[in-house]
């Protein structure tokens, strides 16, 4: 158990939907960040939030969109859904922000739209 | 273009055998990950390296900065360590770039 919490585990939704995915990090982590898994382009980085402040983006769609709250939780929204959003979302959080540190990763949220 | 390549792609080994997986990439990094994802879906974060080496159990993560290429090695391989294992690394100070990962099945 890496002490990073995600819901739903599962989610099924129909294209055109919108979505929250949510992350607890680990107890005392700052940093929380989003990968997208998808059987044809592997783990991808989306978004980094640090302290509740954006702080790197990778590949994240315009319809994607996430938060960092006060309580270090992080909600991940995605909408207007394609069938190509299907994918594992992952979330993992860091104590800092550097880079070289540990990543503890959640273990998903299984989207699938139909 | 910062690129990442693993090999091989899929591995397939006794038990007890000697487990190497490489990673190559293209320029400088700051940091190098090995993660492990278990069949279930689920990712543990086996070792991050930024020089030399490291050992955990039986796992062993190896770096030459100026070669640009990282092994993980497995001791001893057991069938609970049939799992793909995958490279990322931090080209400075931009974001994790992932290896396509390597399937390892052990067999008993």
């Known amino acids: 158990d890496s002490g990073v919490t995600q819901t739903p585990k599962h989610l099924i939704t129909a294209t055109g939907q919108r979505v929250t995915l949510r992350c607890s990090p680990r107890?005392?982590?700052?940093?929380v960040y989003w990968y997208q898994q998808s059987l044809d382009q592997g783990l991808q980085f989306l978004i980094q939030?640090?302290?509740?402040?954006?702080?790197a983006k990778g590949n994240i769609l315009e319809r994607f969109s996430a938060q960092q709250f006060p309580d270090l939780h992080s909600e991940l929204n995605l909408r207007s859904l394609e069938l190509g959003d299907s994918a594992l979302y992952f979330c993992?959080?860091?104590?800092?922000?550097?880079?070289?540190?540990?990543?503890?990763f959640g273990p998903g949220t299984r989207l699938l739209v139909l | 273009k910062n690129e990442v390549e693993q090999s091989p792609q899929n591995l397939t080994a006794q038990e007890g055998e000697f487990i190497t997986i490489n990673c190559s990439y293209s320029?400088?990094?700051?940091?190098l990950h090995w993660l492990q994802q278990h069949p279930g879906g689920g990712i543990v974060s086996l070792f991050m390296?930024?020089?030399g080496k490291k050992k955990h159990g039986r796992l062993i993560a190896t770096i030459n900065i100026q070669e640009k290429h990282s092994s993980l090695h497995i001791t001893a391989s057991h069938p609970r360590d049939s799992a793909v294992y995958i490279c990322?690394?931090?080209?400075?100070?931009?974001?994790?770039?992932f290896g396509t990962g390597t399937r390892l099945t052990i067999i008993p």
């Open positions: 990322a690394v931090r080209f400075g100070n931009e974001k994790l770039t």
């Open positions: 939030y640090y302290n509740g402040e954006e702080r």
């Open positions: 390296l930024s020089s």
């Open positions: 993992a959080s860091s104590v800092g922000t550097s880079g070289g540190e540990t990543q503890y």
């Open positions: 320029v400088g990094i700051s940091a």
């Open positions: 107890s005392g982590d700052l940093s």
